[in-house]
């Protein structure tokens, strides 16, 4: 599916964006290994969260969906029938191969062309160490993945590349193994798997940059409500610093501070936002955020160290770079070779095309503001964060911009167009 945009008038409204995707594939994911019932509100309609709920499905977990709510029934896993699909979802196929390899039967996970080519020798060398038997394509590069569960036992283990899902992986598999496990991580990560970990009842110290947890830990199933995502949320707010005469509040975000990266760039680019009425829910920081036309946008340097922070939202902040004033420079960035797509890559392809004046780096690029985009056809490479990115980049290109494959929005944010027609947006797609 394609998708022509032009450059709209204004955004001016109210919204809430669904359910965050990291905590909702946790959520299930704690609910399918905790006690009893746990009920998830507002879930993230994603198809990468419909693969973790249905590979749990096929590993014995009993899940209901209802309208606004799923239930999860706790239970004994067992040996699933056939392949785990894990669809295009990196954090599926890390997380639940943490949570498999401590148990005892055979299992064997696979996913989309994309997935097949992600790197899985950063999750299988912790698993290994800790007892695990676990195999993948290519000496043990790549999925498929099979693993034969095994008694685990706690490692200690320093990270030496900045993720959650390896961290998450690790702190699942944990819970399944005798002992104690400290992880330590080169820079903070989102610790929505941590905070959960306790919300269910567990235990997980943090003590500096090392994070401690018990093995053979019990929890028990909750209620959790799932906050709205804030990476889905950036695309707004973005579009609504670049549109003349925007103002919009977004409501229920998670405002996890291992998460919101992306405002602290766009204060220092001038960016205006408030945020209001912070409260927490379901061990998790929340409110709302107010954006407003910013008519100068200024370049930024961003560090090596925040990377972890923005890790979804650098293709974003490649567009405003590139109608901000100055250069926009983002170094320590080579984990975005290995996601969905290689983005840095794909975004620097495609906003060439949009006439922007941006240099690929090894490790980020360096992007110089140029007055005006200019509309073209440009193509997603089939992933979800840069096909939402084109689509800002193309609300400030001159012309109509065709968006090739958007069809991918669907892996993160199924309601990406529509949120967009409530604040006033049209779109045409071909
Ligand atoms: C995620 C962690 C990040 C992020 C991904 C979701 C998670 O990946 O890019 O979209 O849910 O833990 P890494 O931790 O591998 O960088």
């Known amino acids: 599916m394609n998708i022509i945009v032009e450059k709209p008038k204004k955004l001016k409204g109210e ?3 669904s359910g965050d995707k990291s905590i909702s594939h946790r959520a299930l994911i704690f609910g399918s290994i905790s006690e009893g019932i746990t009920e998830v509100s507002n879930i993230s309609k994603s198809k990468d969260v419909l693969s973790t709920l249905n590979c ?6 009993k899940i209901e969906e209802r309208e606004d709510i799923v239930i999860v029934e706790g239970s004994k896993l067992k040996e699933p029938e056939d392949i785990l699909d894990c669809g295009n979802s990196g954090t599926t196929i890390r997380l639940l191969s943490g949570v498999l390899s401590g148990h005892p039967f055979y299992s064997v996970l696979t996913g989309d062309s ?10 299988i060398k912790p698993l290994k160490m800790m007892g695990g038997e676990i195999y993948g394509r290519d000496s043990n590069k790549f999925p498929p993945l099979t693993i034969i569960g095994k008694k685990l036992k706690g490692i200690n283990f320093k990270m030496e590349i900045a993720s959650a899902q390896v961290k998450s992986c690790i702190i699942l598999a944990t819970l399944f193994a005798d002992g104690y496990t400290e992880i330590e991580e080169p820079y903070q990560t989102r610790d929505h798997t941590e905070r959960m970990l306790k919300y269910f009842g567990g235990e997980i110290e943090k003590n500096g940059s090392k994070i401690i947890v018990k093995g053979n830990q019990k929890l028990k199933g909750k209620k959790i409500f799932v906050p709205g995502d804030f990476s889905s949320s950036a695309y707004f707010i973005a579009a609504s610093l670049v549109i003349p005469d925007s103002e919009i509040l977004i409501k229920n ?8 990266g992306f405002l602290k760039v766009i204060e220092r680019m001038g960016g205006k936002f408030e945020i209001l009425n912070k409260k927490e829910i379901s061990g998790e920081p929340i409110g709302d955020i107010k954006i407003y036309y910013s008519e100068k946008l200024k370049g930024v340097e961003v560090f090596p160290e925040e990377v972890p922070n923005i890790i979804d939202e650098i293709p974003l902040i490649a567009v405003l770079g590139s109608i ?3 250069k926009t420079i983002i170094k320590g960035a080579k984990e975005l070779r290995v996601k969905e797509s290689d983005r840095i890559k794909s975004i620097t392809t495609e906003l060439k095309k949009l006439s922007a004046d941006i240099e690929e780096k090894e490790d980020g690029f360096i992007v110089k503001g140029v007055k005006k985009l200019k509309a ?5 490479w089939q ?3 840069i096909a939402m990115s084109l689509v800002i980049a193309s609300f400030v290109a001159e012309g109509k911009t065709i968006i090739e494959n958007v069809e991918c929005v669907d892996i993160s944010f199924p309601e990406f167009f529509d949120k967009f027609r409530q604040l006033g947006i049209d779109f045409s797609f071909s």
């Open 15 to 17: 919204i809430e964006v």
């Open 56 to 61: 749990l499905k096929k590993i014995g977990t």
């Open 114 to 123: 994309s997935l097949k080519n992600r790197p899985m020798d950063r999750i």
């Open 253 to 260: 975000v998670g405002l996890n501070s291992t998460r919101i």
């Open 324 to 326: 901000a004033e100055g």
């Open 376 to 380: 073209s056809k440009v193509n997603s």
């Open 383 to 385: 992933d979800h964060r």
